[in-house]
């Protein structure tokens, strides 16, 4: 006996509002702030442009290697000395880089923000940077990765971003390096790339109790000894997708599974069809209810599970649809999952699956950004891509208000079923033959 139930429609999107945004330039540097009054915790964050994509070629893993680096003392304290003097105060300090921003952190009672942004600046603009330490953070990041690079997975990301992007290109590469840059990284190198990219003013990004803050001191101290230079963040590159379709194999001698990762070029993260282009992959495989999780999971059984995603930057982004199969279903799950793809851009989708994504997607924001920290990053979002004070206020109404056609014509318009690179790497001696015989594609072994 079988119990078959109606699945539940989606549930009414929560309502949501986000703070006012003001924007200033003061102490020369700009501030970026959101007000949420009565908060009584506080974020500020220096946003600066020492992000991967500015790592020259064979020392990927060189920003990480300094975001670490800045952890252990300054000019005038040591280690121990910055984490007490921080730890005094109830803050907590954090480092981040991606694509498109190097980013220091600090969350910390309101009323202690102006000191704890004083300790951020001095690890920003006056890190000790003693050649021991770096060489240990360097050689703990190359351990790190070692370990990483052994799993599933990083060598099949690497495959894709090769083959979509080209090797030649900084964002070809993976973000993070891999064992052998990191292990490149000299402490020349990372004093060399502080003092091009970390003297630099950046933006000051504020979120909380703006009544209880003091935006002036703040930026004083954010900015204090920091230099003006230019910097050319470049345009957004070209799309560019291939005429034809083709399989990376990438060997894992033994595996019981294949991993595997589809993807093509799509377009930067400030495009006007950004909305659209989300619904189109939630409906495609952005969700438990997706087309792709419900196709190769429920209905076949092949995966726990098959994701699907535009991965968008300030200057590049590119469609990622990411799963593990069973080995012997290696080849019939690449064909379902292109299949999907090609029928979600042929026919486009139905008003009731994007009705399910509008309401989620919407529904989410009044989750995702409901603390201090979410609100500077989402700050963050409108400095690096460039947009609008009132995007974020507006973006839960543009996400309701999607139409079925608008969808549908994003899934007509950015997904390229006959461009994409197919990349598994598994046990090549199983699977070779039947990837061969799937004719999705020329087949090319994976040397990298």
Do not use: C
Not at 339 to 349: H, K, M, N
């Amino acid at each position: 006996m079988s119990l078959i139930v109606e699945r539940p429609g989606p549930g009414s999107a929560r309502p949501y509002r986000f703070p006012p945004v003001t924007r200033t330039s003061l102490a020369g540097g700009d501030v970026v702030a959101a007000h949420l009054p009565g908060q009584r915790l506080a974020v500020a964050a220096l946003l600066l442009d020492g992000t991967a994509s500015r790592e020259p070629a064979g020392r990927e893993g060189l920003a990480a290697v300094l975001a670490k680096s800045l952890e252990e003392g300054t000019t005038t304290r040591d280690a121990t000395g910055f984490a007490l003097a921080m730890e005094g105060l109830g803050a907590e300090l954090s480092f981040g880089v991606d694509w498109d921003g190097f980013q220091a952190t600090v969350q910390v009672p309101v009323d202690r923000l102006l000191p704890a942004v004083e300790l951020l600046a001095e690890a920003v603009r006056a890190p000790r940077l003693d050649p021991a330490d770096v060489t240990r953070v360097r050689d703990d990041e190359v351990t790190s990765l070692r370990m990483y690079w052994a799993n599933p997975g990083p060598r099949a990301d690497a495959a894709l971003r090769a083959d979509i992007f080209g090797v030649e290109q900084r964002h070809g590469r993976p973000m993070d390096g891999d064992p052998v840059s990191a292990a490149a990284v000299s402490v020349t190198d990372v004093t060399a790339f502080h003092a091009d990219w970390l003297t630099r003013p950046g933006t000051l990004l504020v979120a909380g109790d703006l009544d209880r803050v003091d935006l002036p001191a703040l930026a004083a101290a954010a900015f204090a000894g920091s230099a003006e230079i230019p910097a050319d963040g470049g345009a957004p590159f070209p799309v560019r997708v291939r005429d034809d379709r083709r399989i990376i194999l990438v060997d894992r001698p033994g595996s019981v599974q294949s991993t595997l990762r589809l993807g093509h070029a799509a377009p930067h993260r400030a495009h006007p069809d950004y909305v659209p282009m989300t619904l189109v992959s939630t409906v495609l495989g952005g969700a438990f209810t997706s087309r792709l999780n419900h196709l190769l999971r429920e209905v076949r059984g092949y995966t726990y599970g098959i994701r699907a995603d535009f991965g968008l930057s300030r200057r590049f982004g590119r469609l990622v649809v990411s799963s593990g199969v069973q080995t012997a279903v290696t080849a019939p799950a690449l064909v379902d999952a292109v299949g999907e793809i090609s029928r979600t851009r042929a026919e486009g989708v139905t008003e009731a699956e994007v009705a399910v994504a509008r309401a989620w997607r919407a529904g989410q924001l009044s989750v995702e950004l409901q603390s201090p920290r979410a609100i500077v990053e989402a700050l963050a979002t409108l400095v690096i891509h460039g947009l609008p004070d009132d995007y974020h206020a507006t973006l839960r109404e543009r996400l309701l208000s999607a139409s079925e056609a608008e969808v549908s014509a994003a899934a007509a318009t950015h997904l390229h079923p006959d461009g994409l690179t197919l990349v598994v790497e598994g046990d090549a001696a199983v699977i070779r033959d039947e990837l061969t015989a799937s004719g999705l594609g020329e087949l090319i072994d994976f040397t990298g």
